[in-house]
């Protein structure tokens, strides 16, 4: 009976020992995966204040090329008119 109870102890010693082992396996397994999702999470925010930044670049562009063309066309219309009036005072 004593001789039961030693060997029962000691397979449940043996079994804690098993059972501790995986759980520091675990926990080693789950900070790296905790440190990779850091990593994706601080890429994720750089990519979108990259991309924030490309945005105002390309808003900025489309207003200038919007104001560009429209200097454009009072410059057209400008010119069309200069030449229509010295057109007419030739008349």
Known sequence: ???DKEERERELEE???ELKGEVAKLRAEME???KELQDIMDTKLGLELEIAAYRKLLE???NR???HSYSW???DTLLFFVVFII???RL
């Open 1 to 3: 009976m004593r001789r």
């Open 15 to 17: 079994e804690n020992t």
């Open 32 to 34: 790296a995966i905790l």
């Open 60 to 62: 900025g562009e489309e």
């Open 65 to 67: 090329c919007v104001v």
């Open 73 to 75: 066309i009072l410059t």
């Open 87 to 89: 057109f007419c005072l």
